[in-house]
Nanobody, 123 residues
Framework: QVQLAESGGGSVQAGGSLRLSCAASGRTFSDYAMGWFRQAPGKQREFVAA????????YYAHSVKGRFTISRDNAKNTVSLQMSSLKPEDASVYYC????????????????WGQGTQVTVSS
């Protein structure tokens, strides 16, 4: 079992930045690829970004590429999402997820999910 806890959500104006963090506990953190997803009210959950177990391989949704950066610290069992140039359409509940591979996360194959953290972007 892996427990995931997100933090760092909040309210920001369009064009601003926010950094989300996810702390993992339980099984060996470095065994898993990690990812971020988001879900806005009335919409399906969508993939945002993922990073491989080593941190060497990352993948981003087209809508956030160049604005968001995912990173991980295996020594601290954390994964982060640095969000810049935020847009109102980025407003969602953001979820941290652990999976077998980056490719698997892109297919929404997540073994574990966090509870989510709210991000609000005002125009």
């Amino acid at each position: 079992q892996v427990q995931l806890a997100e933090s760092g959500g909040g309210s920001v104006q369009a064009g601003g930045s926010l950094r989300l963090s996810c702390a993992a506990s339980g099984r060996t953190f470095s065994d898993y690829a990690m990812g971020w997803f988001r879900q806005a009210p009335g919409k399906q959950r969508e993939f945002v970004a993922a990073v491989s177990w080593s941190g060497s391989n990352t993948y981003y949704a087209h809508s956030v590429k160049g604005r968001f950066t995912i990173s991980r610290d295996n020594a601290k069992n954390t994964v982060s999402l640095q969000m810049s140039s935020l847009k109102p359409e980025d407003a969602s509940v953001y979820y941290c997820a652990a999976g077998e591979t980056v490719a698997g996360l892109r297919r929404y194959e997540s073994a574990y999910w966090g509870q989510g953290t709210q991000v609000t972007v005002s125009s």
